[in-house]
């Protein structure tokens, strides 16, 4: 079969098959007697091999030694090939999605998309102050994509850049939230952690939805940051987790100010009560005198006979620290009750001066 015959039918160019003869990868086995190259079945069977090998991604040199060496072991050139790939997907990948953000943000002129690519680069920079001035920079000029902002939040160790991220997307608002949420469900707890911190800045009905789920995270920072973040916006869901941190003295202060600020609502002041009282009957012993100092604090800022009563009863504790702030708070509350110019609690009358 001549050249052309056998170009026409494997859909190989007359030009790459003499290509392929010039470097020995196949030779036709004969000529004619007007000198025209003339090819056998076992060519063109040649032929469709190296296309075949061609397809996966071998080289010509690779494909030679495939074709051509009896020891040759396909194992580890599989192997690389399936590495390279690899590396080329997510190369490309990286290029789509930063086209995308591209995209997104709209550019005007080429002047507005070589701007976004500088941002995006800064973003990803190992320079913590290039990153966080790029940072700073979207949030004046709102000029790159908010997915790229929470992508970077998420990846983000430093806390100052962190923060700066984060202030940056508290300003693009409810449009962060859907990116940030798919950090909820990273398997890296720390990436969850940076999401719930970036959600809790932004003042969004679907970030509150999202908080609330957290509580039920596996890590416990992820739960604390969720429920910290839920107290400042009136979510009773977050008092037991707050409770929680009370107890255990992790972010003691911080859980005891959440708690403070839902016992505005009265219904959820006495519950708030009830349960630090609960826990102050499971801590009740010499042997955790810390646990009731710190729950006796909690209480101080509850109001309702509830807090009042368990007050009252603390004052007669065993362990100085906890008697002596439970009376100065009963104290101070009988004072208010005074200026109010109310009557007393039957638990402040039992300790009326």
Do not use: C, N
Request: charged share 25%; aromatic share 2%.
């Amino acid at each position: 079969m001549l050249i052309g015959e056998v170009a026409r039918r494997s859909g190989v160019s007359a030009r790459m098959l003499r290509h392929y003869e010039s470097i020995g990868l196949v030779r036709p086995t004969g000529r004619t007697g007007a000198g025209y190259r003339e090819y056998s079945a076992d060519d063109i069977r040649r032929i469709f091999h190296i296309e075949s090998l061609r397809s996966l991604g071998l080289t010509l040199h690779d494909v030679g030694r495939a074709l051509d060496d009896p020891g040759f072991a396909p194992e580890q050139l599989v192997d690389d090939l399936v590495r390279r790939t690899r590396e080329r997907i997510e190369t490309q990948t990286a290029l789509l999605t930063r086209l995308q953000r591209i995209g997104a943000a709209r550019p005007a002129g080429w002047e507005d998309v070589l701007q976004t690519v500088a941002l995006l680069r800064a973003l990803g920079s190992k320079s913590t102050g290039a990153r966080q001035r790029a940072a700073l920079t979207t949030a004046r000029e709102g000029s790159v994509p908010v997915a790229a902002l929470a992508e970077a939040v998420l990846d983000e160790p430093d806390p100052g850049v962190a923060g700066a991220l984060r202030w940056a997307l508290a300003r693009a608002g409810g449009e962060a939230v859907a990116p940030l949420a798919r950090g909820l469900g990273a398997p890296d707890p720390q990436v969850r952690v940076r999401a719930v911190r970036s959600l809790a800045e932004i003042p969004d009905d679907r970030a509150t939805a999202l908080l609330r789920d957290t509580l039920a995270d596996p890590d416990t920072v992820v739960r604390e940051y969720a429920a910290l973040a839920l107290g400042e916006r009136g979510a009773a869901e977050a008092v037991d987790t707050l409770i929680d941190m009370i107890v255990e003295a992790r972010s003691d202060a911080d859980a005891a100010d959440a708690l403070s600020a839902l016992a505005r609502d009265p219904a959820l002041a006495e519950r708030i009560a009830t349960g630090l009282v609960d826990r102050l009957r499971l801590a009740r012993g010499a042997a955790v005198p810390s646990v009731r100092r710190r729950l006796t604090q909690a209480l101080a800022d509850i109001p309702g006979d509830t807090a009042t009563r368990a007050l009252a009863e603390l004052a007669e504790d065993g362990d100085r620290v906890v008697a002596s702030t439970a009376a100065y708070v009963l104290t101070v509350r009988a004072a208010r009750w005074r200026v109010r110019g109310g009557g007393l609690p039957t638990a402040l009358t039992a300790r009326r001066p």
